[in-house]
Every structure is written in C-alpha cells, then in structure tokens.
C-alpha cells in the first residue's frame, strides 16, 4: 500500500517527519496522516512533493520522461533498484542524484541528512574563514579555506562524500570543479544536536584513516574546542580548549592562534541583537 511504501523509504533513509516536511513543504500533520494510512488519496500535489524528496531519482526523471507509461523498461529497472536499497548501499551516483536543495552527506553508503545550520553557527563558520583568510592573504600561502556546502570525496571512493563545515586544503591536485577529491589538511565541524555523535564518533575516525592533517569540533552548547592532531606519534593527540582561550592551529606550528574569547565577545553580542528581531 501507499503508506507502507512511504514509511518504509522514510526509514531507509534515515529522515524525521520534521526534515520531510521541512524539505517538501508538506504540513508535518498531512504527512502523519498520510503516513498512517489515515488519508486514502493524498493530493496528487501533495504525494509529488513526497516523492521528491523520498524518491528523488524516480521524481526527477518521471518528470523527464513525461509519465510513467513513456518510460523505458531501463528507467523502470534504475527505479526499482533505487526504491529496494538500504543504507550502507546508497554510492555517491545516488547521492548527485538528490534534489539541489537537499543538504545530505554519504557516509559509508549511509545517507545522513543534514538540517539547515542555525545563525550561531553561520556566524561561528563566518568568523573562523575570516581569520583564516586574513592569515593566508598576509603569508601568501597556497591552501584554500572554504565553508559547506562543498562536497569531500574523503576516501576517493564511491561510498562516502561529506560536507565539513570547514575545509583547509593545501595541496592544489586535490581540488576539483565539484569540490575536493581526497583529504583535506584541516577540517572543523561546528557541532549541532543532530551531528553531535557524528562528529564526535564516526568522523574522527573518517577524518583520521583518510589522511586528514588536523580535525577541531567547535561545541557551542558546551563551550569548547577539541582538537585532534593526527600527524603525532600518539596520534590522534587531543587537546581541549574553552571559548576563553587561543588555540593554535597545529598545521601552522602554531603562528596561527585564534582568539575564541574575542569571537565569543562579538557572536553572544550578535545572537542577543538577533533574537530580538521580530
């Protein structure tokens, strides 16, 4: 039935009824009660908008091919394949095919979607590029600081792609017109309440095997910064600052300190001037 092949998909990858509806723009109560089988024929509008998102290949090319009847029995094939996979089966082909729109990463043939990051953390994101670029542009170096979205091909394989918050590439053979292929040097992950136990779990191993220099995750919530050096003899060596500190940037040996007690001053001040805008 309709509801039963829609919770199933639900399930396989891994979205909450708020991230459905967010990403449709379908009601969260239409979607439950669609869901629960409670709403027998949905608006055609409304189980498009679904499809979409919990079917975006078979979406997108139904659209191309005009209706399911002028399809080739290829597409039917591809559809069908797409709707029996399971996470850890998903391969970056299936993640491009994602709605723009969609903020997602792969993670070990797992699709992990992401929820649109809150004003602390852009303007967190924003002050860290701007001292990172600023010491750069000053020592004329040649890496890249870039902010997500921007895809990692990590372990150049077809399995994983992800979107660090921030990225430090130094080495020019890795950058490509899609993004970067390979490790980055430095990565830093601002945490949120859905990423917390992802980027405190899985991606310091990810980042770690793959070859990344340098890993911090910046946690508002808690007040700190952990940083990974993963160059070390005891690798990974972890340090653990306060928004009262500076911390050094280990690939910069150092010369390279960013004053957190400087960026808490000015984003607490900001958020409060935020918060009470109507």
Same mark, same amino acid.
Request: negative net charge; charged residues 35%.
């Given at each position: 039935?309709?509801?039963?092949?829609?919770?199933?998909?639900?399930?396989?990858?891994?979205?909450?009824?708020?991230?459905?509806?967010?990403?449709?723009?379908?009601?969260?109560?239409?979607?439950?009660?669609?869901?629960?089988?409670?709403?027998?024929?949905?608006?055609?509008?409304?189980?498009?908008?679904?499809?979409?998102?919990?079917?975006?290949?078979?979406?997108?090319?139904?659209?191309?091919?005009?209706?399911?009847?002028?399809?080739?029995?290829?597409?039917?094939?591809?559809?069908?394949?797409?709707?029996?996979?399971?996470?850890?089966?998903?391969?970056?082909?299936?993640?491009?095919?994602?709605?723009?729109?969609?903020?997602?990463?792969?993670?070990?043939?797992?699709?992990?979607?992401? !929820?649109?990051?809150?004003? $602390?953390? /852009?303007?967190? &994101?924003?002050?860290? %590029?701007?001292?990172?670029? =600023?010491? *750069?542009?000053?020592?004329?170096?040649?890496?890249?600081?870039?902010?997500?979205?921007?895809?990692?091909?990590?372990?150049?394989?077809?399995?994983?792609?992800?979107?660090?918050?921030?990225?430090?590439?130094?080495?020019?053979?890795?950058?490509?017109?899609?993004?970067?292929?390979?490790?980055?040097?430095?990565?830093?992950?601002?945490?949120?309440?859905?990423?917390?136990?992802?980027?405190?779990?899985?991606?310091?191993?990810?980042?770690?095997?793959?070859?990344?220099?340098?890993?911090?995750?910046?946690?508002?919530?808690?007040?700190?910064?952990?940083?990974?050096?993963?160059?070390?003899?005891?690798?990974? !060596?972890?340090?653990?600052? $306060?928004? /009262?500190?500076? &911390?050094?940037?280990? %690939?910069?040996?150092?010369? =390279?300190? *960013?004053?957190?007690?400087?960026?808490?001053?000015?984003?607490?001040?900001?958020?409060?001037?935020?918060?009470?805008?109507?």
């Amino acid at each position: 039935m309709l509801y039963e092949k829609l919770n199933e998909q639900k399930k396989k990858m891994g979205i909450t009824t708020e991230q459905l509806s967010k990403l449709s723009g379908v009601p969260v109560g239409t979607i439950n009660k669609i869901l629960r089988g409670e709403t027998k024929a949905p608006r055609y509008d409304t189980l498009q908008a679904l499809e979409k998102i919990l079917f975006p290949d078979y979406g997108k090319k139904l659209e191309e091919c005009g209706s399911a009847g002028d399809c080739t029995d290829d597409f039917i094939q591809e559809k069908t394949e797409y709707f029996t996979k399971k996470q850890g089966e998903y391969t970056i082909r299936d993640y491009r095919k994602l709605p723009e729109d969609m903020r997602a990463e792969l993670i070990d043939g797992t699709l992990v979607f992401l !929820e649109a990051p809150d004003f $602390t953390h /852009q303007e967190l &994101v924003a002050e860290l %590029i701007f001292e990172f670029k =600023l010491y *750069i542009r000053k020592k004329g170096g040649l890496c890249r600081i870039l902010s997500s979205p921007l895809d990692v091909q990590l372990d150049c394989d077809d399995k994983t792609m992800v979107q660090p918050d921030i990225v430090l590439v130094c080495q020019e053979d890795r950058v490509t017109r899609k993004g970067i292929y390979g490790a980055p040097d430095f990565c830093i992950e601002v945490v949120s309440d859905s990423s917390r136990k992802r980027d405190y779990g899985i991606k310091v191993q990810k980042y770690m095997n793959a070859g990344v220099r340098e890993y911090w995750i910046i946690d508002t919530k808690r007040k700190k910064i952990v940083c990974y050096w993963f160059e070390g003899k005891d690798a990974p !060596e972890i340090t653990m600052y $306060t928004f /009262q500190d500076y &911390v050094p940037v280990r %690939i910069y040996d150092g010369d =390279l300190e *960013i004053d957190f007690s400087d960026i808490a001053k000015r984003l607490w001040k900001e958020n409060k001037a935020a918060t009470a805008i109507p």
